[in-house]
């Protein structure tokens, strides 16, 4: 964030989309702390010289406009109310929606004259221009649990104690999504914690198609996609950054898995500017096959072998058929099987007494946060316990709960309540 306001653009936007399915976080943040979000709105415009301010929501969102609208008018903030379709977060997209503007491929926001911050960023940019550090996380907690709900937890608290807060599992066996079904990752390790980028925590039952489908090794995944995939094209045609313009084509990236690694260079190039949505994988293809992972593997090879994209072969202009093609957020949670989860999740307010938090020293872009305290130490909440040398890009990391640190490591900082 403080990157980005380092330059001059004409408009900020503030990110409330929210097109994960299960997902309430950020609307819980608009709705209670609408004040806030638009004051970390105002700041940005300020530091950046921008003049129009704008909050982009869906327009379901009727307590988070609600409570945003008498604040935003009286700060000369605009909303922007967008459909109920995925992904309408995706930057580009939401880019395009405010403002007409299209990034340039493998391009940034601010090169359109454009910062755009999630609106929990700017929830806690507004409380950084106050003194308060950030020690805590919006999130989620929905899916096959007892009592989905929206939380802001300890950093560091382990994923357990944060289901066990919405009721707990509702099954026996389960798994959980962190970040959310689409472009978060599975995992079956509840003592993972908290951290800066989690979003939800979507509990699925073991059994559940997703669970499985996500499962499978990568190895697995190019064996099946080798040997199975038809070149429909479904996955370019459902593709949002291919419907804006950009020159992203799954279904040739596929044509990767059947070549030597010279051959499928020449494929990879075309999931360079894939956003990573997953609507490919899990939406767009009938033989169910992985193309996001495709385009995921075709980034990092070229990645390693030090290979950019190098330009347009297409004008980027949005596609005939790009408003058409979108796909309403309920008819992606039917595909998914996940309409039977489909609860209110509302914010609850609540104390957290963790007797341990775990807090990794990279939650951020750029390099690790270097630990400033020993085994031992007794530590305020609030405290900064680890931080990044001024010339180099990363935040500090604060202790988000009063104790003593047990352990220190090169990557984690263990806190244990006293």
């Known amino acids: 964030t403080y990157v980005k306001w380092r330059s001059s653009v004409d408009t900020v936007i503030a990110n409330g989309a929210e097109c994960e399915p299960l997902l309430h976080k950020d609307g819980a943040v608009m709705e209670h702390f609408a004040p806030q979000v638009v004051q970390g709105l105002l700041w940005a415009a300020q530091a950046t010289g921008a003049e129009r301010k704008v909050v982009g929501l869906k327009a379901k969102k009727k307590e988070a406009i609600a409570a945003l609208e008498p604040v935003a008018t009286e700060q000369g903030v605009e909303l922007c109310l967008l459909g109920d379709y995925y992904p309408t977060g995706d930057e580009f997209v939401l880019v395009h929606e405010v403002t007409g503007r299209l990034i340039p491929p493998a391009g940034l926001p601010l ?13 806690n940019a507004a409380r950084a221009m106050e003194g308060h550090p950030v020690t805590r996380k919006f999130l989620t907690v929905a899916g096959a649990v007892a009592r989905p709900a929206t939380f802001w937890v300890p950093l560091g608290i382990s994923f357990q104690e944060v289901i066990e807060a919405a009721g707990g599992p509702t ?21 993972e914690p908290v951290t800066k980028t989690t979003t939800g925590l979507i509990v699925l039952p073991a059994e559940h198609h997703l669970v499985e489908r996500m499962s499978l090794p990568i190895a697995a995944m190019n064996r099946i996609g080798k040997s199975a995939c038809d070149q429909c094209s479904y996955c370019t045609e459902f593709c949002p950054r291919y419907l804006l313009g950009y020159d992203v084509q799954p279904h040739k990236v596929m044509r990767s898995l059947g070549f030597s690694i010279v051959s499928s260079d020449f494929w990879s190039k075309w999931g360079y500017l894939c956003c990573g949505c997953g609507l490919c994988t899990l939406y767009a293809c009938p033989e169910e096959l992985y193309p996001k992972e ?35 957020l309920r008819k992606l949670e039917e595909h998914l099987d996940l309409l039977r989860y489909e609860r209110p999740a509302p914010w609850v307010e609540r104390e957290w007494t963790p007797q341990q938090v775990r807090l990794p020293l990279k939650q ?39 104790g003593r640190v047990r352990s220190v490591s090169e990557t984690e900082i263990l806190l244990e309540a006293l």
């Open 294 to 328: 495709a385009c995921d593997q075709a980034k990092e090879r070229m990645r390693e072998m030090g290979l950019r994209w190098l330009g347009p072969s297409v004008e980027v202009k949005p596609h005939p058929m790009h408003e058409a093609r979108r796909v309403p």
């Open 111 to 123: 090169q359109v004259g454009v910062v755009v911050n999630n609106v929990e960023s700017l929830f």
């Open 364 to 402: 951020h872009t750029g390099v690790p946060a270097r630990p400033l305290v020993q085994e031992g130490e007794k530590v305020r909440e609030g405290q900064k316990i680890a931080d990044v040398p001024a010339d180099q890009l990363g935040v500090p990391l604060h202790a988000s709960i009063a």
């Open 171 to 191: 099954v026996e066996r389960w798994a959980i999504f962190v970040g959310g079904v689409m472009m978060g990752r599975l995992t079956w390790d509840a003592q």
